[in-house]
């Protein structure tokens, strides 16, 4: 089985057969004890070897469906990817078939709308501040994603908002 | 030290008149209050709101009574109610901790009137040491350095820009009222400062219910360095040594130390003095802290003095063997400290607060359900924490979750010490200030104790941008290898047996079933896959 991963940016082809795995044409021994997956109570996580090297691993299911995975190793945050080629080729059919649209600005927690620094029509930036919200006593500005044209804004000053209301949507630059 | 602080014990029991103690907070530090109260034999009573119910703080304690619902105003903060449940529960003393009523004199007052000890200083004190304005004219009084500003609250933006424009930008917007960085702002051009002072008004009055500003000259590059002192009602206070806080993110404390790099032992006598004097002016009893600004030059500046425990006090417990949540304990049953002077701290000590934000996402709070947590152990590992397996993180109360403090010889070896703590420590559930830890860890400037308080706001992009080691995304790529293996051999098992279900039933012989439940376990492939492809 041949896997594409992307991990931090990067992709990396692993191969694994009956005589074992290479990274990117590399031979390594690896495998992998304990269980992966924690539940409630339960594991702390598992054994990593690779070459004969111990590493520590926890690790859930990431947000990206099969072959994502969020990874705890040796004290880090990963989100990882490992799709195997004919999973790669539906994704990539599927995703070409999507409408595109710029991502909308989403709130990532419980909390009230304080600012909106935006207006419907307004140019921003990828990363450009777009509204203020606060949770935890602790005001929180939130960026544009992408850079495009505010569409629409859908909340005000003053309102409480759950987590993963959409706030502002954008119609992406062409 | 040790025998220093044992050497009273064999007069007059010293918490003879405390018996059972109403802790009035929740999380670690309710825990940690209730574990010191247990060493020294004295009962103590947990207090909890509805989100609380079944919190590691509350079953620390000896007995626990529900006051009120989830948000804080109607449960932690109602003061009037508390002292009726003290009264009720017959508890003879209240321990606010820190944060909620700790620094609020009303209450200290209305605890004393109510015939109950409290468990800090006099209200008295909390009243001259607990606004910042105040604070400022008694330090200077004693004569005790501070930050030019000003000691009345702001008027308008007017004023504010007349007086910015008088000490020179940039200029510091603080709260009168406040702490925690809340109602905070560095305003650095004449155009910024209406709106600053706006929003940390509004801030002030959201976070203290109060929304008086001041405003002072704004000191860049220097060190967050503070006092902690310990004082009797028998005229006795004492200095106990220095906690470095530079590592600070918006104004929160995010990593702290003792001793200071920057303190060298004639620098925290002249500190200590300062603190001591500020203090008595204050007529100050109980734990207290008095925090300073110290500029490269070996100047210190008086900013403020906490009435209360820090969260940060376990570094000096551990560098100087005092126990302070038990000398608050002692102290307030009417003890009188067996020492007049600390001894020089002995080893590092470093803690990192373990929150539940995410820095991969700007530090955004993270709630949910801790499914796993495996905490790290060993010599000169301390875990102060609030949290087990099944708690609730939600958005109430502060995101802070628990405090990981490590003590040894050197800085050196603390933070190698840390280092493997932190890599040890698995939460699991929601996001944490973890990896963060693990990077200052890492980075060259902070081994080398070259940071100020503006250091960490500079730097976190370089820190939290840098890729992970190579070994480790290497790793990380074979790792989900080896998962979407077992995964996959999984999926190829369930179609086998037709699932869990299918694989019980079939378990049973002969049963009529097992043929149609593993053709079921294909259907159902089937169905799931056409699912993912839509």
Known sequence: MRYVVTVAGREMEVVVDESGMTVDGVRVAAHLEGDHQTAAGTGVGAILTIDGRQHRLVARPGDGGRGSYDLQLDGRRLAVEALDERTRAIRAHAKAAAPTGAAPVVAPMPGLIVRVGVAVGDQVEAGQAVLVMEAMKMENELRAPGAGTVKAILVQPGVAVERGAVLVTFEAES | ?534
Not at chain 2, 148 to 164: C, F
Request: glycine share 10%; hydrophobic share 45%.
């Open chain 2, 1 to 534: 030290m040790h025998s220093a602080v044992s050497a009273k014990k064999p007069t007059a029991p010293a918490t003879r008149s405390i018996r059972r103690v109403l802790i009035a907070n929740r999380g670690e530090i309710a825990v940690r209050i209730a574990r010191a109260c247990r060493e020294l034999g004295i009962e103590s009573v947990a207090v909890y709101s509805a989100a609380d119910a079944g919190a590691p703080h509350v079953r620390a304690a000896d007995r626990s009574v529900l006051i009120g619902p989830a948000l804080a105003s109607q449960s932690y903060l109602r003061g009037d109610h508390l002292i009726e449940v003290a009264k009720q529960l017959e508890a003879d003393a209240i321990h606010p901790g820190y944060g909620f009523l700790s620094e609020r004199e009303w209450f200290a007052r209305a605890v004393r009137e109510a015939g109950l000890i409290w468990i800090g200083p006099p209200a008295e004190a909390i009243a001259a040491m607990g606004s910042k304005t105040a604070a400022r004219t008694l330090a200077i009084a004693a004569g005790t350095p501070v930050v030019p500003g000003t000691t009345e609250a702001l008027r308008d933006a007017t004023q504010a820009a007349e007086l910015a424009a008088q000490f020179g930008y940039p200029v510091l917007l603080k709260a009168a009222a406040g702490g925690g960085g809340k109602g905070m702002r560095v305003v650095r051009a004449p155009a910024e400062i209406a709106g600053a002072l706006e929003s940390a008004k509004r801030e002030a009055q959201n976070a203290f219910g109060d929304d008086a500003v001041y405003i002072e000259k704004y000191i860049e590059g220097p060190r967050h360095v503070e006092i902690q002192i310990l004082a009797d009602a028998h005229g006795t206070c004492v200095a106990v040594g220095e906690r470095e806080c530079s590592i600070q993110r918006r104004h929160q404390k995010m990593i702290e130390e003792a001793p200071s790099v920057a303190v060298s032992p004639e620098l925290r006598k002249r500190m200590g003095d300062a603190a001591v004097a500020a203090a008595k002016a204050a007529g100050y009893v109980n734990a207290g802290t008095c925090e300073f600004l110290l500029d490269a030059h070996g100047d210190f500046y008086f900013l403020e003095m906490n009435t209360r425990i820090q969260v940060e006090h376990p570094v000096t417990e551990l560098v100087t063997g005092l126990d302070l949540v038990q000398w608050q304990l002692r102290i307030a049953a009417g003890e009188q400290l067996p020492f007049t002077q600390a001894p020089e701290p002995r080893g590092w000590a470093i803690e990192c607060r373990i929150t539940s934000e995410d820095p991969a996402h700007g530090f955004l709070p993270s709630t949910g359900r801790i499914t796993a947590l495996h905490l790290p152990s060993g010599p000169g590992i301390r875990w102060d924490g609030g949290i087990e397996v099944g708690t609730t993180v939600g958005l109430s109360y502060d995101p802070m979750l628990a405090k990981l403090i490590v003590h040894a010889p050197t800085r050196e070896a603390a933070i190698a010490r840390m280092r493997h703590a932190l890599q040890e420590l698995v939460i699991e559930g929601v996001e944490t200030s973890c990896e963060f830890h693990l990077r200052m860890m890492d980075d060259p400037e902070y081994q080398r104790g070259a940071v100020d308080i503006q250091w960490l706001e500079a730097k976190l992009p370089a820190l939290l941008g840098a890729p992970a080691p190579e070994e480790t995304v290497r790793a990380a790529a074979v790792g989900a290898v080896l998962l979407a293996e077992r995964d996959r051999q999984g999926r190829a098992r369930q179609v086998g047996n037709g699932g869990a279900k299918g694989a019980a039933r079939s378990a049973a012989a002969d049963a009529p079933g097992a043929a149609s439940s593993e053709e079921r376990g294909w259907a159902r492939l089937a169905r799931e896959e056409s699912l993912r492809r839509r």
